[in-house]
């Protein structure tokens, strides 16, 4: 686009320079006409005839030293004049009061929600590390309950073996009586920390809570049925830690 406006402007020129051009010879040779022919005397005017003014002709044989344009010949674009000479620069009208003052209410504003807007991170962030914190504690000291309820244990302990060391007859009993304290304590807290015992005790073999350990042969007690327990079962609430161990009963050999 730019290229053909550059042509076109160098048309332009070129055309207009052969205009002059022409127009200066034919003036030259008009010149040399003149100079050698002198023009005739005038002849006296009438009365009541009127003299035609000579500068009439002069458009008519301006037009005639111009000559025609050849047929075909390809007239040159006039090239546009940017905008910026065609329009002035708008210059922005200069603000009215109260356009300040709605301004500077804005401005207001705007600082008093960034300042709210920061205040809420910092109190996000604040959150998020307290929440951080509170979870590896709870995770950290989620047996404290149970400790508490097994310190009680460990005291009746303490006092069996200091009853052990005495010196009186009844040594033998108090270590009795403390041992059983000690095992009803331990299993009070476990129970009511959610631990179930299983017993398997004349029970039905069951896979799911069972494990057998072996069979033995017996004619009291039915075939696949539980015939003592070696150890006990335990579960937390409905999941199970470890299953009882047992030996099961079968039929005697024939």
Not at 67 to 80: D, I, K, N, S, V
Not at 97 to 112: F, G, T, W
Not at 214 to 237: C, F, I, N, T, W
Request: charged letters at 25%.
């Amino acid at each position: 686009m730019e290229s053909r406006r550059r042509v076109s402007a160098l048309l332009l020129c070129a055309g207009r320079l052969c205009i002059f051009r022409v127009s200066d010879q034919t003036s030259m040779s008009s010149n040399k006409e003149k100079a050698k022919h002198p023009p005739p005397a005038e002849a006296p005017t009438a009365p009541g005839m009127t003299e035609a003014p000579a500068q009439a002709v002069a458009p008519e044989m301006a037009g005639a030293a111009t000559p025609p344009e050849p047929e075909g010949a390809a007239r040159p674009t006039p090239t546009p004049a940017p905008a910026e000479s065609r329009s002035p620069t708008a210059v922005e009208p200069p603000l009215t009061p109260e356009q300040r003052a709605a301004l500077q209410a804005k401005a207001a504003k705007a600082d008093e929600h960034w300042d709210r807007l920061l205040r809420a991170k910092a109190d996000l962030d604040n959150y998020k590390k307290r929440a951080t914190r509170e979870r590896h504690d709870a995770v950290r000291y989620a047996n404290l309950s149970l400790m508490e309820k097994l310190m009680p244990a460990l005291d009746s302990f303490d006092r069996a073996l200091a009853a052990t060391n005495s010196a009186n007859g009844n040594d033998l009993e108090s270590l009795k009586a403390g041992i059983a304290m000690v095992h009803s304590q331990i299993k009070t807290a476990l129970t009511e920390a959610g631990l179930q015992e299983i017993d398997a005790t004349q029970q039905a073999f069951d896979p799911n809570v069972h494990e057998a350990l072996s069979q033995q042969e017996s004619a009291d007690v039915p075939e696949g049925q539980v015939l003592h327990q070696v150890r006990k079962g335990y579960k937390l609430h409905e999941r199970l830690i470890r299953p009882a161990a047992v030996v099961v009963a079968k039929k005697p050999a024939a």
